[in-house]
């Protein structure tokens, strides 16, 4: 387990830790009104109005909005190469 916060060409993105081999990208860029999502309450939280997602990038309160974008992803165990996208 665990939630990285990182950038990606450009891109302000949340990595989820599932298990040993899989990982989550979520998008940190508000679906409402484009603010930065950042982690709070166990999940996530927009900055900008207060949008609340769980750790799947759902939407759980706050401001009604849409879930969290994500993005396909491939980990390698053999290599410890994480690909997004």
Same mark, same amino acid.
């Given at each position: 387990? $665990?939630?990285?916060?990182?950038? %990606?060409?450009?891109?302000?993105?949340?990595?989820?830790?599932?298990?040993?081999?899989?990982?989550?990208?979520?998008?940190?860029?508000?679906?409402? &009104?484009? $603010?930065?999502?950042?982690?709070?309450?166990? /999940?996530?939280?927009?900055?900008?109005?207060?949008? &609340?997602?769980? %750790?799947?990038? &759902?939407?759980? $309160? $706050?401001?009604?909005?849409?879930?969290?974008?994500?993005?396909?992803?491939?980990?390698?165990? /053999?290599?410890?190469? %994480?690909?997004? /996208?």
């Amino acid at each position: 387990g $665990g939630v990285a916060l990182v950038t %990606l060409n450009g891109s302000p993105v949340a990595l989820v830790r599932n298990s040993t081999t899989s990982v989550l990208a979520l998008s940190r860029v508000c679906p409402h &009104q484009g $603010g930065t999502i950042n982690t709070g309450g166990g /999940g996530f939280i927009c900055t900008r109005h207060g949008a &609340q997602f769980n %750790l799947t990038g &759902q939407w759980v $309160g $706050g401001e009604p909005t849409s879930n969290m974008r994500s993005y396909a992803t491939t980990f390698d165990p /053999g290599t410890g190469a %994480l690909t997004v /996208g």
